[in-house]
């Protein structure tokens, strides 16, 4: 039976990679068996994260060195011979890679677009080279082959997972609407989730904002921004440069729970990411969720939110750069409500047929076990 270590940067936090990490933890124990995947996590839980709790066997607690010196110890005292040692970032590739070699054993990694875009060290590139490797997206993987420094015969993709029996089309629910002070009628409503702070400024919510203010839109139309972090007021700053402060809804953190029902009351969602040092999405799940809702979006052309959705079909796609194309698009899908809701339909569906939980489970499964058919001489020796 496979037994495997595995290591994330945290699983408690609402950033896209704990939530993948939760969801490929869910996915090997379900594969495995709970007794056979022990689970290390560098962060501890904080406020702001996840509504449901997960199970870890070690907590490192922080990123002081401290910290990082026992979740070291905790992948060391866990080997074993002919082990699975999976890290769950980057940047943990140096200490599965020694691990795995010295006990016979293999090296897992997740990549995501984001660490690749930004400057890695040569140690964990090496590192990297010598591991089994999943990416969130075609778009990371593809950049990390041409890099050179991922080996495409033992490296796959396996998007995030939507969960599709709770972001699924449904009708408006008037409480949520009251408790975020969104009216329950049937304007163009524009909607961004994510983090608002200085290292999320890929996502874009100014460049947004400066878009719908620009485009000619039903005069009761509304960009609502949910989320939290030190840019809320930079961002309520801009709307009303803007001109358009009193359609610019900035609502706060939305919890898990109310989720499906915020993005319900939306007519279309809309990130349109940019890709840079430092900045970039995989591929991101708010919009994902949003399609499972049939809720159309607008996403960029420079990193892996081109996966998202089908331009013309299911979204579209746009110039990252240009705010023109962006507003363009607003104008669009508030002109053609019919040929929107269509394209809500087809997220819908899309995402029910693509990004499912039970999918993202099945491809580890045969990811596993792609890996346990390659003969042990040639792990050594990759190792």
Known sequence: MTRIVYGSPGLFDMGGIARYGRSQVRALKSILGGENVEVLSMLAPGPGGFDEPIEVDLVAGGNRPSNKVRFALAFGARARPGRMYWSGHLNYTPIVVPLAAATGGTAVVNIYGLELWTRRSKLRERCLAKCWVIADCNATLSSAVQMGIVD????????????????????????????????????????????????????????????????RLPKDAELVIAGSGNQVEILRGIALQSGKGDRVKLIGRVPDVDLPAVYRLSTVFALVSQKFDGGGEGIPLTPLEAGGCAIPSIVGNEDGSVEVCVDGESGLIVSSRDE???SNALETLANDRERTRRMGQAAAARVQSHFSYERFAAQHQQFIERIAAEPLVTKREQL
């Not at 993709?157 to 008037?174: E, Q, S, T, Y």
């Not at 304007?187 to 620009?214: C, N, Q, T, Y």
């Open 152 to 215: 495409p015969e033992r490296s796959t993709v396996i998007h995030d997972p939507v969960d599709v029996a709770m972001f699924r089309p449904g009708a408006i629910d008037l409480e949520i609407a009251g408790r975020y002070g969104l009216v329950p009628d049937d304007r163009f409503r524009v909607m961004f989730l994510g983090r608002l702070d200085e290292g999320s400024r890929h996502k874009g919510p100014d460049r947004l904002i400066r878009a719908f203010a620009r485009a």
């Open 324 to 326: 023109a194309a962006f």
